[in-house]
């Protein structure tokens, strides 16, 4: 199938937000609750910051697993690395992810105030300025074969499910309503146009995944 763009372990609310009001240096997910929408992953024998033994094994896990599964690069849009808006004020602060960033490719921010790239552990950020299209080219590029995941916020998966250009979506719904915030979708039956659909129940019952993939 050649490269895929990807959306892995994308989370949302029951009615369809993926981050809540409010974004801040101190709440990344505004007056959401990340751990409402993690727990599903956090309960995992593979989620990576398991400090101790034990955690669930099956379908969750397996979704937690296959985050990184073939994939040599990320897009992600700037509200995802930060809370800055419009310049570069202070090109110190390195980003949500600290020292060892989850990510373990080359990452790809949107933004339309570049800065210059840096490394964190094996994770290098690159800023860029581009359309989806030109992103996606970029990001394949670096991924040398592999898969690119698109990580996200909601804003910048609707750009690039506007300009058809994803492949693949697992997004796990919460039943956490948020009434608020920057929204995925109204309905997840939109897709439903371009992409056949799965839906399977957690079997922890704290989310139903929903698995799209192009007709």
């Known amino acids: 199938m050649g490269q895929l763009l990807r959306v892995q372990n994308f989370m949302v609310s029951s009615d369809g937000f993926g981050t ?31 400090t101790d033994p034990g955690g669930s094994r099956g379908l969750d896990d397996y979704f937690t697993r296959d985050f990184a599964r073939n994939i040599g690069a990320e897009i992600m849009g700037r509200n995802k690395f930060g809370p800055q808006r419009g310049p570069w004020e202070n090109e ?9 960033p989850p990510f373990h490719t080359p990452v790809f921010v949107l933004t339309h105030h570049p ?51 994803v492949d693949t979506l697992h997004i796990a719904v919460s039943p956490v309503k948020l009434g608020a915030g920057v929204k995925l979708w109204d309905s997840p039956d939109e897709l439903l146009d371009r992409y056949h659909r799965d839906v399977v129940p957690s079997p922890g019952g704290t989310v139903t995944h929903h698995l799209y993939w192009r007709k």
């Open 20 to 50: 809540g009001e409010g974004q801040s240096l101190e709440r990344p997910f505004g007056h959401a609750d990340p751990g409402e929408l993690f727990s599903w992953a956090g309960a995992t024998a593979s989620w990576p910051n398991r």
């Open 92 to 100: 110190e602060w390195k980003g949500w992810w600290g020292d060892e």
């Open 115 to 165: 800065r210059p790239s840096f490394t964190l552990s094996d994770t290098t950020f690159h800023f860029i300025d581009a359309d989806p299209a030109a992103a996606l080219g970029t990001a394949k590029e670096a991924a040398r074969g592999k898969d690119v995941r698109l990580g996200g916020g909601a804003t910048t998966i609707r750009e690039f499910l506007d300009a058809d250009l």
